[in-house]
């Protein structure tokens, strides 16, 4: 029997119709048939069709927006919702191919079937021959629309096509739905696929375009592309009249643009160019018509004005001037008038989702009516008609970045801007005063709430990317200081179709039924229709077209070809396409042939399929051996084809047969059943209990047949464990092929379950199961509620969660004060919460304190988890139960009470409303004065009373308050009212000069007056007054003084830092923290003269062996310096660090220095009257003999003791060294 296939290909030459034949004989290998062996099985096979993906490389191509009519069609989810991009395809010239459904396709079809019923009947005709994969045209490339400048240089216009397809694609092209005579040398080139149109002109070339691409396999038809021409011309040469307005008004002036097609846009000169009008507040140039408003006019305004309407198209921009207008302005009106809005947005405006929508208002200062009428004047029509409707329209400017705004009240497709050269009536002024601000213009949606999205310039809002959402009515506000007017329009959002469900590429048996179904999204709702091969389909017979969906019964080879379905509403069509192959196949088992070793279990189950590759579906017989198998109490035979067969024993083994048959042909593949000893587990797992974090090991043991391999897996609640998993806790206990025990590793709640063990083999498996329970800590408590909320106390509930297999014993509450409050246990009735109880009171809780809790439950095993925190929930208030703390007070102004406290914390308020009542009373006296100081964060009070004495003791308490009353009463304080400066001075003031830079100064002390404290007493324990002392030179002022405080008991002080040779006054005041009181008599004393500023010189000495003797040159004073009344020698030798002080009255010393001193370090300086002079320094090193330094060779400025040692230790040591 011959099995033989249609599947497509190229069976004429003349007639290439949609089936390919492929012949196969029982028997006979074939080319075809060697191929199928091979491991890419799917190459070359009879119907084995290229995927989508294997046709095209690339995604749905980005179908570019429509310009003109603003049509951006929606790219579809699906195959070919639109074109598909990839490597290109040879173009080829229009064959002799007949097109589908003419008389020469169905003479086709009539000789393919005379063919097929001769290769049936004729086994010898059959042959095998490998087919190359053919598939439909997939646009890459489908045309624009174009805008096409009328004054363009550009010679040509090309519109692109391209397609991938096998085979390859022609093309033809059709305008305004009429196919296109592409003729050698004509103005209408096909150049591959696309279309070039030489010297284009308006009244020739504008319409609307498509490409059909062509195959044996269809006809795809592509998307609309409109050209149109766009055009400018130029403004009216009329001289245009001037306008007359009083300073102050409003004017207007007229744009009048020219024809043109697209939309424009506009700017306005004052003067000359580039001295633009600028948009602000004052100035606005719509884009809707051009018009110049300017909403208060001054003196900066008059001028000429002319109005640049610029056009934007594909590839070129053009301007034109209109002639200038000019502007007077007249003697200013100072009428204050209330603003009127002039440029109106429309009643309605019609934008597309996606597109920019700019809404225009502009308001003068008074309404046109009015200001005619005020000069006795007919308001024109002009003024009167206010616009009622716009449309953001379906061709609005074709310029990038430009196509889809939507500039409300735009000129609609094919109407023009009026010519004219004059202001119309119009154009006349209207009065804004300029003593009121400019109207100031507010937007707002009546309906809903602006974005923040939206730009909201004032007289524009602007949608960015309008959206469903965003229909609704607008409202426009102009306000000043005399009034307001509004105006109101809507905007009604519609779409272009989008897809929401496409048909893809299908392959169907023949005489199977098929449905196919497409549905679009728009606004309005799109329409929906069909076409096969490029032509229009209605319901037919067998064919049913019902709006998106098409149904086909008993498919035939001739319904096979390209179909699309399209999507069209009044903006805009999309299409979506998909090829339909019907199929004729003899049953073929080389993709899926029975196989040839089916191995099998004792005591078993075994299904084993059969499936053919065929079209239509083949009816399917098995046989064992010779033996046609029927179905039995153990063997059943599927309607789909699988032989099953239950209860397998040794007598089943042998070779098995499916046969496969349909009306093209019959077709068999053979298997070896083979029959194995069954697995068995022989050591099943045990349930087991454990507590968290025990060890266990679950036993599995199994026997199998053993020319098998056995492999072990464990399931826990019918999910696989993965005993590979790093860190786990699962462990395989031993490596034995036949031993699959399983080890749990610290146990967690997880872990308990039903568990399996699965023994497996290639043909059949045994699973046993046992249950582990995993015992531990209870679960957190669940829903957990606050309620019956006291100020002190709240009742809690919630709801017990899981007990991990062991009761629950008793329940602990916790509370904290968010945000960063820490986790308490909190106290509560009763104490102690047994694990039965679902609910308990929590006592103890500050009043007027925000609160979450949680509860935790435990038993034997612990503590578990937490619940969630509770809601937040906030105490009741009361009165406060803590009195304010550290009381306390003084210092001020002269008759002031400063009193002073801690505030109280957050915590201690118990309720809103707070502050402080305070008490307080001279001491000794009977009543109290009160007041009131609100504030929680308040800290001091200040009570200020000419009777109140300086230094007068004071009894004060404190208690606070909130709205639910007073707290507790602190306990008195004592506080002093503020001090006076001290009233008397100090007496017997005497100072004396005891150095060049150094005097003495003492007093009598002051009594002690009721005035104040003197700081001494505050500052420490002493008795005696603090003093001030004051010192300047003669001759200076005494506010020129320099001042020494002294404190405690000290009658005296040393004053430093003076000058020598110098007479000084002193005075001494006594003082508090008031102040300073009144000065002493003044006492003058004289520093001494300086001291002599030569150091001793010609210094000598000589080492015995227990001293050291050094001599000196006699230091004599000048006459300005102070007598030297003896000499100051400090020294230091290597053995002691510190150095020693000596005096003497003479020119030498004698010293002790034992025999082991080495070095020794020594300054020699006057004394006297005026002070110690400035020292010479030598290093002394012992060597048996007598030294001398040269006068003044060693003079060094006179050094801190400490800076001495430093650089004694320094020398001495660089000396050793040099020593050694």
């Not at 309605?348 to 308001?363: D, H, K, S």
């Not at 329409?527 to 209605?538: I, K, Y």
């Not at 199994?702 to 072990?712: E, G, I, N, Q, V």
């Not at 020693?1140 to 010393?1149: E, G």
Request: aromatic share 6%; with cysteine.
């Amino acid at each position: 029997m011959a099995a033989w296939t249609l599947r497509g290909a190229d069976v004429l030459s003349l007639c290439i119709p949609r089936f390919l034949v492929m012949m196969t004989r029982d028997g006979a290998k074939t080319a075809m048939a060697e191929e199928a062996e091979r491991p890419e099985t799917t190459r070359g096979l009879p119907g084995a069709r290229p995927t989508r993906e294997e046709r095209s490389r690339g995604g749905p191509e980005k179908q570019e927006e429509f310009n003109l009519a603003c049509v951006s069609p929606a790219r579809g989810p699906g195959p070919r919702a639109a074109g598909e991009r990839g490597p290109e395809c040879p173009s080829l010239s229009p064959t002799s191919a007949p097109a589908m459904g003419t008389p020469a396709w169905s003479k086709c079809h009539l000789l393919l079937l005379l063919l097929t019923a001769a290769l049936v009947s004729s086994p010898a005709q059959s042959s095998a021959r490998g087919a190359l994969a053919t598939f439909g045209p997939v646009f890459e490339d489908q045309p624009l629309s174009l805008l096409f400048p009328e004054e363009s240089t550009e010679e040509k216009v090309t519109l692109a096509c391209r397609a991938r397809a096998s085979p390859p694609a022609t093309y033809r092209w059709k305008m305004n739905g009429t196919e296109m005579t592409l003729e050698p040398g004509s103005r209408h080139q096909l150049v591959g696929g696309n279309l070039v149109i030489m010297k284009p002109t308006k009244a020739q070339d504008a319409g609307v375009y498509q490409c059909l691409a062509s195959n044996p396999v269809g006809t795809v038809v592509s998307r609309e592309a409109v050209l149109r021409f766009g055009f400018l011309q130029e403004f009216s040469k009329e001289e245009r009249d001037p306008v007359k307005t009083h300073e102050g008004w409003g004017v207007m002036l007229p744009c009048n643009p020219p024809a043109h097609y697209p939309g424009l846009s506009y700017r306005w000169l004052l003067n000359e160019f580039p001295n633009f009008i600028p948009t602000d507040g004052r100035h606005f140039v719509s884009q809707t018509t051009g018009n110049l408003y300017i909403a208060r006019t001054n003196a900066s305004d008059l001028g000429n004005y002319s109005c640049l309407a610029t056009s934007h198209m594909d590839f070129s921009t053009k301007s034109v001037f209109s002639k200038f207008a000019q502007l007077n302005l007249a003697a200013e009106d100072t009428r204050l008038l209330a603003p009127n809005i002039k440029a109106r947005l429309p009643a309605e405006t019609y934008a597309l989702v996606g597109q920019r929508v700019t809404l225009e208002c502009f308001a003068f200062g008074k309404t046109a009516r009015a200001a005619h009428e005020a000069q006795g004047e007919q308001v024109p029509e002009s003024a009167q008609r206010l616009p009622t409707r716009s449309t953001v329209p379906a061709s609005p400017p074709a310029r990038p970045g430009r196509a889809e705004d939507a500039s409300l009240g735009a000129h609609e497709p094919g109407t023009y801007g009026q010519r004219g050269g004059g202001l119309p009536s119009s154009a006349r002024p209207f009065r804004v005063s300029p003593d009121s601000p400019v109207p100031r213009i507010k937007w707002r949606k009546v309906d809903g709430s602006l974005s923040p999205q939206w730009t909201t310039a004032e007289p524009t809002l602007q949608i960015p990317s309008v959206s469903f959402e965003d229909e609704g009515t607008y409202e426009c506000e102009a306000e000043n200081a005399k009034g307001r007017d509004t105006a109101q329009g809507r905007i009604i959002v519609q779409a272009q179709p989008e897809w929401l469900k496409v048909i893809s590429d299908t392959e169907a048996d023949i005489g199977s039924n098929l449905r196919w179904g497409c549905a679009a999204a728009g606004k309005p709702r799109p329409t929906v229709r069909w076409l096969r091969n490029g032509e229009p389909l209605a319901s037919q017979t067998r064919v049913e077209v019902l709006a998106g969906d098409l149904r086909f019964s008993r498919l035939s080879l001739e319904d096979s070809g390209m179909y699309q379905c399209v999507a069209e509403n009044k903006h805009g069509t999309i299409y979506a396409s998909a090829e339909l192959a019907v199929q004729a196949l003899a049953p073929d088992f080389r993709l899926s042939p029975v196989r040839r070793l089916i191995p099998a279990a004792r005591g078993g189950k075994i299904s084993i399929p059969c499936e053919p590759r065929a079209a239509p579906k083949a009816v399917v017989l098995w046989s064992k051996g010779t033996e046609i198998l029927v179905n039995s109490s153990r063997v059943t035979v599927t309607p789909e084809g699988t032989l099953v067969i239950r209860n397998i024993s040794r007598s089943d083994e042998g070779k098995y047969t499916c046969f496969a048959e349909n009306f093209m042909g019959k077709a068999n593949s053979t298997g070896i059943l083979s029959v194995r000893d069954a697995t068995k587990i022989t050591l099943a797992p045990s349930s087991a209990d454990i507590n968290l974090g025990d060890n266990l090991t679950l036993q599995c043991h199994a026997s199998h047949d053993p020319t098998m391999d056995l492999t072990f897996v464990w399931t826990l609640d019918d999910f696989p464990i993965d005993l590979d998993k790093p860190g786990g806790h699962y462990r395989r206990a031993s490596v034995k092929e036949t031993v699959g025990d399983l080890t749990i590793l610290n146990a967690q709640l997880r872990h308990g379950g039903k568990y399996a063990c699965v023994a497996q083999t290639v043909v059949d498996s045994a699973t046993k199961e046992a249950t582990v329970l995993v015992r531990g800590p209870p679960g957190p408590p669940g829903g957990v509620v606050v309620r019956d909320i006291g100020d002190t106390t709240v009742q809690l509930s919630w709801s017990r969660g899981f007990d991990n297999h062991s009761p629950i014993a008793k329940y602990t509450l916790q509370a904290r004060t968010p945000p960063a409050g820490k986790w308490r246990q909190v106290r509560t009735n009763p104490a102690n919460i047994e694990g039965n109880a679902e609910t308990a009171q929590v006592l103890g809780l500050t009043p007027w304190m925000d609160y979450e809790f949680r509860v935790s439950a435990s038993n034997i095993l612990g503590t578990g988890e937490p619940s969630g925190p509770s809601s937040r929930i906030r105490t009741k208030e009361a009165a406060p139960s803590v009195a304010p703390s550290g009381l306390s007070g003084g210092g001020g102004a002269p008759g002031e009470l400063v009193v002073t406290w801690t505030p109280v914390s957050r915590e201690y308020q118990n309720g809103d409303g707070f502050g402080y009542l305070l008490s307080f009373r001279r001491q000794g006296s009977a009543g109290w004065q009160h007041a009131r100081v609100p504030g929680a964060d308040t800290h001091y009070f200040v009570y200020s009373n000419d009777s109140v004495r300086p230094y007068t003791p004071f009894e004060v308490k404190i208690r606070s308050y909130n709205r639910r009353g007073d707290g507790p009463e602190s306990l008195t304080a004592l506080v002093y009212s503020a001090e006076e400066e001290p009233r008397v001075a100090p007496t017997k003031v005497w100072a004396r000069g005891v150095s060049s830079s150094e005097m003495n100064v003492t007093w009598e002390p002051v009594q002690q007056d009721t005035n104040g404290i003197l700081l001494g007493y505050e500052v420490s324990a002493a008795q005696g007054p603090p003093d001030q002392i004051r010192y300047w030179k003669a001759g200076d002022k005494e506010a020129a003084a320099d001042r020494v405080r002294t404190a405690g008991m000290d009658t005296s002080a040393r004053v430093t830092g003076l000058h020598p040779s110098t007479k000084y006054h002193v005075t001494v005041r006594a003082y508090n923290r008031a102040g300073t009181g009144p000065a002493s008599p003044s006492s003058n004393a004289t520093t001494m003269k300086p001291p002599p500023r030569r150091p001793p010189g010609n210094i000598s000495w000589t080492f015995s062996s227990s001293s050291l003797s050094i001599k000196w040159d006699p230091v004599v004073p000048l006459r300005n310096e102070s007598a030297v009344t003896g000499y100051k020698m400090l020294y230091q030798h290597d053995l002691h660090s510190a150095p020693t002080l000596h005096l003497t009255s003479k020119n030498w010393i004698e010293v002790a220095a034992p025999e082991d001193i080495g070095h020794a370090l020594v300054q020699i300086r006057t004394t006297g009257p005026g002070g110690d002079g400035i020292p010479a320094e030598v290093h002394i090193v012992r060597n048996g003999g007598t030294s001398m330094m040269v006068e003044n060779a060693a003079v060094c400025p006179a050094l801190h003791p400490g800076a001495i040692l430093f650089h004694s230790v320094a020398v001495l040591l660089l000396i050793g060294y040099l020593q050694l």
